[in-house]
């Protein structure tokens, strides 16, 4: 399989993008990664395991996101949940979840 020719031609990222997105997924986290894999064997782009009331199927389906991006800002979220959580909530706070910052980790606000 060419991922690169895969990243070009059918999500239609330029070669930078997609050589940035390769480089991406050479060091996605273990749970992340169990994601990548399924897809590489099936092309399965669906997948409903939530972190932190997130998931591929919800970036997909609620943010418009392709699968790459979903798995990616996914990724972010696994490695560093209080900064990505952060990021989201000022571009997109009408559609998440509010969260506070406890013992270092983020909870969602009731």
Do not use: C
């Not at 690169?4 to 060091?27: F, H, M, Q």
């Amino acid at each position: 399989m060419n991922l690169k020719k895969i990243l070009t031609n059918e999500y239609n990222y330029p070669d930078k993008g997609a050589n940035i997105i390769i480089e991406d997924l050479s060091v996605l986290s273990p749970e992340t990664m169990i994601i990548f894999k399924h897809w590489e064997k099936t092309r399965d782009e669906s997948n409903s395991k939530e972190f932190y009331g997130y998931s591929i199927d919800i970036f997909r389906k609620e943010w418009g996101f392709n699968f790459f991006a979903a798995l990616l800002t996914l990724d972010s979220l696994i490695k560093n949940p209080m900064e990505t959580i952060e990021s989201l909530n000022e571009g997109y706070d009408s559609i998440i979840p509010e969260y506070e910052i406890i013992n270092g980790q983020p909870v969602p606000i009731e």
